[in-house]
C-alpha cells in the first residue's frame, strides 16, 4: 500500500529529490514555452495577413477578442516561463514559490487556450487537437504528482467533455440527421481513454523520473560522504590525516607564513588502553570522541587532526602554545575515573625552510614516545638527543635488510642449565648487531623499533634460519649442540606466517623438532588477538615445546594460564631483583614454581646472577635456571670453547 501511494505521490520529497524535478521541470519549460512562442508568433502573423488578404479589418476586434486575445495570453505566458526557467538554471531566481507559481500560471494558460481553441474546431466538425496538445504539453512533458495531475486533468476534461456536450457537433448533423446538442457515444469513448492515456502518462513519467532522482540522491549522499571520509576523521569528526598533510604543506609553502612562529604538535592519551579494557569500546569511544573536540577547541584557527587510534596532531602558532597544552591537560585528566589518563605531548619545531609534514609528525611522535610511562612528564620538545636517537631509529628501519644480508646480525647464545646438576640442557637464540657505523647496538632498542615499524618478522626469521643452520653444521661436525628455544614476536603471526616458515626450515636442515623451542611472552597473549590461541595449538600438534615467557612482567599472567597450554614456565627475571633484602620475593617465588608443577609446566627462572639466587632456586624445586651466573649470551664458537676448557659442561643428552 505504502508502495501505491508513493507511486501516486503521496510522499514528502527530500530537498534533493525536490530541486531534481524542479531542473527537470525548468529545462522542459525551456523547451515548451520555445515552441509555444514560435508558434503564437506565426499564429498571429498568419492570422493578420488572413485579415489584410481578404479585407477583413472592419471585424478586427471580434478576431481579436476571438483569437488575438488568446494567442496574446499564451504569446506572454510563454516568454515569462522562458524567463524564470532560464534564470532559474543559472542560478539567478531563488525563490522556490515564484517558480512553483509560474508554472501553475503556465499550465492553467495552456489549458485555457487548448479548451478555446478546440471549442471552436469542434463547433466547426474540426478536431480537438489543441486541447489534446495542451494537455499533454502542460501535464506531460511538464511532472506532476500523479493525484495533481489526476485532479487537474479531471477538472479539464470535465469541463470541456460539458462544453462539447452542450453543442451541437457537426458530426451528429450528418450522421444522426440531427440538431440536438450532446456528444456521439463514440466520442464519449475516445474521450474517455483519452483521459486515462493521459493520467497513465503522468503516472509513468513522475515513477520514471522519481526513480532518476532517488538514484541521482543516493549517489550525491555516497559521494558526500566520500567526500566528507577524504577529510574527516569518521569517529570523532575532526580532520584526518588526508586532509592535516595537505593543509600542512600549503601552509608551510605559503610566502605569508612565518615559519620560525610554527610548532607541530603530537599527542597521546596515556592509559587509554587500560580505560577501554575496564569501560568498553563505545565508552572509549565516546571518551576520544570528548577529548578530540576539547583538543579542537583548544587551538581554534589551527590545525587539528585525529592521528591514529588514541593519537592527535595539531600544527599552530609557538607563542603560547604550551600554556594550552597544560589548560588542555588539566581538563583531561578532569574526565578519568579510576583508570588515570595523562594527555603526553610532543612538539617539533621546524628548522629554517623545512617543509615535509610527515617528517615532522613523526618527530613530534618521537618525543612524545620519550616521556610515555614517566608519570612526571607530560610535555617534551625535540631537541638534540632526541635527533640523534630519532636518526638511529631510522637507520635500524632502513638498514635491517642489509644487517642481515651483510652478517652484521648475529645470534648469541645463552645457555639454560639444570638445577639438579648445573649441566646445560638447553640455549636460549638471542640477536646481536655489530653495526659498522653505530658499533654494537642493544636488542631493548632495535627490537623495539622493528616491532614499532613492523619489521620484526626480518628478523624473527633470521634467528630461525641461523638456529637451523648451527644445528645442521655442529651435527655433521660431531660438536655437541643443545635445544634452542627461539623468542617469537606477537608481530611475527600477524605480519608472515611464521609457523609455516619455522616447520619448512626445520625440515630443510634436518632438524628434530624437539631441538626447537618458541617462547612467546605474556604481554603479547593479553592483546587478545584472535589468531594466537590457534597459532600456538598448531606449534604444539607440530611438536614443538612453547614456552611463557617473561611470567609475571604483565597484569593477566593467570588468565593466560587459565587460557593457553604451555610447556614451560619462564619466570621474568624482575622477581629476582632485590632478592637478598626484599622478604617477599621467596615465598612469591616458590608458590609459582609450586603452581608450575601443578599445571604439568616445567619451571625457569631468568637473571639468575648470584650462588645464593642459585641454591634457593634449587631448594625449591624450580628445574632451570639462566643467567650471567653461568654465562652472558656468546657465539656459537665461543660458546663450544667455554664446554671444551670446562667452564660449562653440557648434558650427556646432548654432548658428543
Given at each position: 500500500m505504502s508502495a501505491i501511494l508513493k507511486s501516486l505521490g503521496f510522499e514528502k520529497h527530500t530537498p534533493y529529490v525536490r530541486d531534481y524535478f524542479d531542473n527537470v521541470n525548468m529545462r522542459k519549460s525551456i523547451y515548451m514555452s520555445a515552441i509555444i512562442i514560435v508558434l503564437e508568433v506565426w499564429m498571429i502573423i498568419r492570422l493578420t495577413r488572413t485579415i489584410f488578404r481578404e479585407h477583413l479589418q472592419s471585424n478586427f476586434w471580434h478576431y481579436f477578442e476571438k483569437y488575438y486575445s488568446n494567442y496574446i495570453i499564451l504569446l506572454t505566458m510563454g516568454c515569462i516561463m522562458l524567463l524564470c526557467a532560464v534564470r532559474y538554471l543559472r542560478g539567478k531566481l531563488k525563490c522556490r514559490n515564484v517558480l512553483v507559481i509560474t508554472k501553475c500560471v503556465f499550465m492553467v494558460v495552456c489549458i485555457y487556450f487548448g479548451i478555446k481553441v478546440s471549442l471552436n474546431d469542434y463547433e466547426k466538425g474540426e478536431q480537438i487537437l489543441t486541447f489534446l496538445t495542451m494537455e499533454l504539453f502542460s501535464l506531460c512533458l511538464l511532472t506532476w504528482r500523479p493525484y495533481a495531475a489526476f485532479l487537474i486533468s479531471g477538472v479539464s476534461f470535465l469541463y470541456f467533455f460539458y462544453r462539447m456536450d452542450q453543442m451541437v457537433a457537426l458530426n451528429r448533423i450528418v450522421l444522426y440527421n440531427t440538431n440536438d446538442t450532446g456528444v456521439t457515444e463514440a466520442t464519449k469513448i475516445n474521450f474517455f481513454f483519452m483521459w486515462i492515456s493521459t493520467i497513465m502518462v503522468c503516472i509513468a513519467n513522475y515513477n520514471?523520473?522519481?526513480?532518476?532522482?532517488?538514484?541521482?540522491?543516493?549517489?550525491?549522499?555516497?559521494?558526500?560522504?566520500?567526500?566528507?571520509?577524504?577529510?574527516?576523521?569518521?569517529?570523532?569528526?575532526?580532520?584526518?590525516?588526508?586532509?592535516?598533510?595537505?593543509?600542512?604543506?600549503?601552509?608551510?609553502?605559503?610566502?605569508?607564513?612565518?615559519?620560525?612562529?610554527v610548532v607541530f604538535l603530537f599527542f597521546d592519551i596515556e592509559n587509554f588502553k587500560s580505560y577501554n579494557e575496564k569501560y568498553g569500546f563505545h565508552a572509549g569511544n565516546d571518551l576520544l570522541i570528548k577529548i578530540a573536540h576539547m583538543i579542537d577547541d583548544s587551538f581554534k584557527g589551527s590545525l587539528v587532526s585525529r592521528f591514529s587510534d588514541d593519537h592527535f596532531v595539531v600544527l599552530t602558532n609557538f607563542d603560547g602554545f604550551k600554556n594550552t597544552i597544560g589548560q588542555l591537560s588539566g581538563e583531561i585528566k578532569k574526565l578519568q575515573k579510576e583508570v588515570h589518563l595523562e594527555l603526553k605531548c610532543g612538539a617539533y619545531k621546524p628548522i629554517g625552510d623545512e617543509a615535509d609534514v610527515s617528517l615532522a609528525c613523526d618527530r613530534a611522535r618521537f618525543a612524545c614516545n620519550s616521556i610515555k610511562k614517566h608519570y612526571d612528564r607530560t610535555f617534551r620538545m625535540y631537541d638534540k638527543s632526541l635527533e640523534d636517537r630519532f636518526q638511529l631509529k631510522h637507520y635500524i628501519v632502513n638498514n635491517i635488510d642489509t644487517a642481515i644480508e651483510n652478517g652484521y646480525i648475529k645470534v648469541f647464545y645463552q645457555p639454560i642449565v639444570l638445577t639438579e646438576n648445573s649441566e646445560i640442557c638447553g640455549l636460549e637464540a638471542l640477536a646481536r648487531w655489530q653495526d659498522p657505523h653505530y658499533g654494537l647496538l642493544s636488542p631493548g632498542i632495535f627490537i623495539e623499533i622493528l616491532e614499532e615499524y613492523r619489521q620484526i618478522h626480518k628478523l624473527d626469521q633470521f634467528i630461525i634460519e641461523s638456529v637451523c643452520r648451527d644445528y645442521r653444521e655442529s651435527i655433521d661436525n660431531n660438536k655437541p649442540f643443545a635445544p634452542v628455544s627461539i623468542n617469537f614476536s606477537r608481530l611475527d603471526f600477524e605480519l608472515c606466517d611464521i609457523v609455516s616458515f619455522l616447520c619448512e626450515t626445520v625440515e630443510k636442515y634436518h632438524v628434530p623438532k624437539e631441538y626447537i623451542d618458541v617462547e612467546v611472552t605474556e604481554s603479547a597473549l593479553t592483546d587478545q588477538q584472535d589468531f594466537l590461541p590457534s597459532a600456538i595449538k598448531n606449534l604444539r600438534e607440530f611438536g614443538y615445546k612453547v614456552w611463557l615467557d617473561d611470567f609475571g612482567s604483565g597484569y593477566s599472567s593467570l588468565n593466560v594460564l587459565k587460557d593457553y597450554q604451555f610447556d614451560v614456565l619462564k619466570i621474568d627475571m624482575k622477581f629476582l631483583s632485590g632478592f637478598s633484602n626484599n622478604e617477599k620475593t621467596r615465598p612469591i617465588l616458590e608458590n609459582i614454581v609450586s603452581l608450575s608443577k601443578q599445571l604439568k609446566m616445567i619451571s625457569l627462572t631468568e637473571g639468575v646472577e648470584t650462588k645464593e639466587q642459585f641454591d634457593f632456586l634449587t631448594s625449591i624445586g624450580c628445574n632451570r635456571v639462566q643467567g650471567y651466573l653461568f654465562s652472558k649470551p656468546v657465539p656459537i664458537d665461543n660458546l663450544r670453547k667455554m664446554i671444551e676448557n670446562g667452564e660449562l659442561k653440557i648434558s650427556s643428552q646432548y654432548g658428543n
Open positions: 520514471g523520473i522519481r526513480a532518476q532522482a532517488l538514484k541521482a540522491g543516493n549517489l550525491q549522499e555516497i559521494n558526500t560522504y566520500l567526500s566528507k571520509l577524504s577529510v574527516e576523521d569518521e569517529l570523532t569528526g575532526i580532520h584526518n590525516m588526508f586532509y592535516f598533510r595537505n593543509e600542512a604543506e600549503k601552509l608551510l609553502n605559503y610566502v605569508t607564513t612565518d615559519k620560525e612562529n
